[in-house]
């Protein structure tokens, strides 16, 4: 069985460039979550998917990102203009039931960096 | 106060012995506690989940006190393949919010 999927693993823009990434999760995932760890920083939750609605959008930093999930399927963040402090690493995750019990597998992740 | 505390560490360990790394939370709301681990560049895999009676996985022990707000991780007979980034990750109930909160990991490198 494929696990989450990322692209691009890797991404070197310049500030006030746009980038988007995108996230595959696991075929009959309804639950989709996209994180992201900056330089030094733990790992932050910015927000979650059922299925092609926002459920959560709390931890998104400002109306520079924005996530899409169309269809319920594949998810894109897009980010646009990016500022140096965008740059990090940004994690998909997926699960089939969310709660208590809820089992998250992550994508590898995609590495940002903003010159 | 970050929302989980972990000491950073390096812990630097020989093969064969026994380590443990604590977290502390902050939200005495958090429902769920687990341990991830991150290897080198990789994505965090759940390593095992935390039960208030403690729980076994193998060499792995978790034990969850939630008077005191805190998790601790048991290694024994630690093996070179253990070295990685070790996460404590707690969650609070689902309808305040599904997401995982992260501390920022202990390293634990394991030396021949």
């Known amino acids: 069985e494929a696990g989450v999927t990322q692209f691009p693993s890797h991404s070197v823009i310049e500030k006030g460039q746009t980038v988007t990434l995108r996230c595959d999760p696991i075929?009959?995932?309804?639950?989709l979550y996209w994180y992201r760890r900056v330089m030094g920083k733990e790992i932050k939750f910015l927000l979650h998917?059922?299925?092609?609605?926002?459920?959560?959008e709390s931890g998104m930093p400002n109306n520079r990102f924005l996530a899409e999930r169309t269809g319920g399927t594949y998810s894109t963040l897009k980010v646009q203009p990016a500022e140096l402090e965008d740059s990090g690493v940004y994690f998909c995750?997926?699960?089939?039931?969310?709660?208590?019990?809820?089992?998250?597998?992550f994508g590898s992740g995609t590495q940002l960096s903003v010159l | 106060r970050k929302e989980v505390e972990q000491d950073p560490g390096p812990f630097n360990v020989p093969e064969g012995a026994t380590v443990a790394f604590n977290c502390t939370y902050s939200n005495s709301a958090s429902q769920s506690f687990f341990w991830y681990r991150q290897d080198c560049r990789k994505e965090p895999k759940l390593l095992m989940s935390?039960?208030?009676s403690g729980n076994e996985d193998g060499r792995f022990t978790a034990q969850l006190n939630r008077a005191s707000q805190y998790i601790s991780l048991l290694i024994r007979d630690s093996k070179l393949s253990d070295s990685a980034t070790y996460l404590c990750?707690?969650?609070?109930?689902?309808?305040?919010?599904?997401?995982?909160?992260f501390g920022g990991g202990t390293r634990l490198m394991v030396k021949p």
């Open positions: 075929s009959g995932h309804d639950n």
């Open positions: 935390v039960y208030s």
């Open positions: 990750v707690v969650k609070g109930r689902y309808n305040a919010g599904n997401m995982l909160t």
């Open positions: 998917f059922v299925k092609e609605s926002k459920q959560d």
């Open positions: 995750a997926s699960s089939q039931v969310a709660g208590a019990n809820e089992k998250l597998f």
